[in-house]
């Protein structure tokens, strides 16, 4: 790949990450009720997810996702009732005070990682770039181990550079909220966004 072939791939993956979707709302939701560090652990979870599709797409899978389509779209349908379930976990029992001074829970971040993950498995969004865009970027015919190397790097920089401002920003508003009234607030803002990125993604085709 050449030099200017490594720059349109990172422009177009950073504009289709900023771009706000399932993957963003369900980010900002989990920084907004756990922290920085969660939505970090999830974030990396996202990254996981699009390097999978990167790797799918230099291995040839594109040619053949369609033999794929009912596991693509079981990963879909997990990813949307986990989504769902965590929006109604927001709504009836919500943040403490306990969780908004970042008490580590056991399992969390871990659970976080999962979540990103299966967030970006079942973003058709994320499926639309990897499988349809970037073909027309990346030349498959002539990429070489290095470029695809090259390639993940960029990928885990670009996402960084994109994401880790949005969950930040949410954690810090996270850290200003004290009073009953504004927690309560936070849970139906934090549900609002999980649900939201359900029904994003079950809507889409």
Known sequence: MTLTGFLA???ALGIAAAIPGPGLTALIARALGSGFRSALAMSFGLMLGDLTYL??????LALVAQTFGMAFLAIKWLGVAYLAFLGWRFWTSGITPETVEAKKGKGGLVSSFIAGLAVTLGNPKTMIFYLAITPTIVDLKTITLADYGILVALTLVVLLVVLVPYLALAAKARGLLKSPRALRVLNRTAAGFMVGAAAAIAARQ
Do not use: I, K, M, P
């Open 9 to 11: 791939y990172s422009a």
């Open 55 to 60: 790797t799918a797409v230099v291995l040839g």
